[in-house]
């Protein structure tokens, strides 16, 4: 009975102990008149955990060091100016929060991860901050457990790409939400490196390199994103159990450019994704075990191409919509499946029909007509592709199949297209038009398919 007693006193002389603390939390004011301290770090020095650092608008010069549990927060958008070297918030405490701020002039070492902010702790909130002028933006140092919320960032455009660092750079670092940021001029929208259990959503990344630079990372969940005006959108490497869902890749272009890239993955889902206007829709190499549903692959120069070393993925419910070369294989055939529960995918060439009124089309498709697929294996025969000569063997091999191609074929297809459950989000750059008569053309060309596939064919 009186161990009970010492005990139960322990823990409520604890618990007051903990509330007292919590309670007499202070808030420091750094800025402005009457004001206790002029500079930030003097006021981070001071602070206790908990405590609740406040700066006022103004200019800040010094790199900060937040070695304790606190809240730094900027009122009326203060701007912290780094000394040019380092990271101009580095944060080895976890469980801070860092808001409201303007963070500007990191170093430019890249080996050293100088930063706008450099997390090397975990369960910290760093929300709504404006970064610029900074070599890599947030950067994760094995830190976990993170909130990153309605950043922008945006990198040294007058450096060449390779000199850049990443807007959000992840190394190590799992099981963190990252959510409505917005990244331009960096080397990497976001850089994720050994990280598994992210959930990313809602980011906006235009300007760089790669929108999405990711390998060795298994689990991670990709939502609302928006990849354009990039050399690539994303590639994917070297990770398994990916969930992509209702992302944009737009206007992806320049040398060897792709919306998405996959190499050496397995057992991925990707489905409502918009993938238009890019070089190369989606690159497949080493690809396993995927399931592509639902997506609108639209008015690229190649919708897909893909190594016959990629093994027993699905295409089904897919848009395939004026692209100039809908499939290109890499070496003779591929294990794909192109439908599944008796669905194919809604192809803009497709110029089959449909008596039976089931929406399946009569006539299998033949994805790659004999031209296509010498393409894929001699890229330089690209030039003739809309050639007379190209077409003249196109109606060839139809009329008389005796060219050996590229097996791959629907023997489903879709008459109609398949409805979107989400709206095409439009990256507020100039591609706006681009992507409107993009739509457009696409539009009107799946409503010419349609009519013509309801009408039986005279014979």
């Known amino acids: 009975m009186t161990r009970w007693f010492h005990l139960k006193s322990g823990a409520i002389c604890l618990a007051l102990v903990i509330g007292g603390s919590s309670a007499t ?28 650092v406040q700066v006022r608008a103004g200019t800040y010069t010094g790199n900060l060091i ?40 990191s170093g430019g070492d890249l080996t050293r991860e100088d930063s706008g902010v450099l997390l090397k702790s975990s369960k910290n909130h760093v929300l709504n901050n404006e970064l610029h002028d900074v070599l890599y933006g947030i950067y ?16 040294r455009a007058e450096l060449e790409l390779g000199g850049r660092g990443a807007g959000l750079h992840l190394w190590n670092s799992p099981d963190n939400i990252i959510e409505d940021n917005i990244v331009s001029d960096m080397r990497d929208g976001l850089y994720v490196q050994s990280c598994n259990g992210n959930q990313i959503r809602r980011n906006r990344v235009s300007n760089v390199r790669y929108g999405l630079h990711y390998m060795f990372s298994d689990r991670n969940v990709f939502e609302d994103n928006v990849f354009s005006n990039n050399i690539a959108g994303a590639a994917i490497m070297y990770s398994s159990q990916i969930e992509f869902r209702r992302n944009t890749f737009v206007h992806n272009r320049g040398f060897s450019s792709f919306g998405i890239l996959f190499q050496e993955c397995n057992e991925l889902v990707a489905e409502d994704n918009f993938i238009v206007d890019n070089a190369t829709g989606i690159f497949m190499e080493a690809l396993r075990k995927t399931t592509f549903r639902r997506n609108t692959i639209a008015n690229n120069d190649v919708a897909l191409q893909m190594f016959s070393s990629s093994d027993a993925n699905v295409f089904s419910e897919n848009n395939f919509i004026g692209n100039l070369s809908p499939l290109q294989v890499i070496g003779k055939n591929t294990t794909t499946r192109w439908s599944q529960n008796g669905l194919g995918n809604f192809w803009s060439h ?17 994805i790659q007509n004999v031209f296509e697929y010498m393409e894929g294996n001699y890229p330089r025969l690209r030039i003739y592709l809309e050639s007379p000569a190209a077409r003249a063997l196109s109606v060839a091999e139809k009329a008389f199949p005796v060219f050996t191609g590229s097996p791959e074929t629907d023997n489903a297809p879709l008459i109609k297209p398949v409805p979107m459950r989400f ?15 993009a739509s457009l053309c696409s539009m009107i060309l799946g409503a010419i398919v349609i009519r013509k596939g309801q009408r039986p064919r005279r014979r």
């Open 25 to 52: 939390a202070a808030t420091l004011v750094v800025g402005g008149p009457g004001s206790e301290f002029q500079t930030v770090q003097a006021a981070i020095d001071v602070a206790q955990p908990g405590d609740v």
């Open 66 to 105: 937040i070695n304790k549990q606190i809240t730094l927060e900027g009122i009326d958008r203060p701007r912290l100016r780094g000394e040019g070297f380092g990271s101009v918030i580095t944060v080895t405490a976890d469980g801070c929060l860092l808001k409201g701020l303007v963070i500007e002039h």
């Open 140 to 155: 994760l140092f094995s830190s976990h457990g993170n909130v990153l919320r309605g950043n922008q960032m945006r990198g």
């Open 350 to 366: 497709y110029d089959g029909y449909d008596l039976n009124h089931d929406g399946n089309g009569d006539v299998p498709l033949k």
């Open 423 to 437: 709206a095409l989000t439009t990256p507020t750059t100039s591609t706006n038009r681009t992507l409107m008569l």
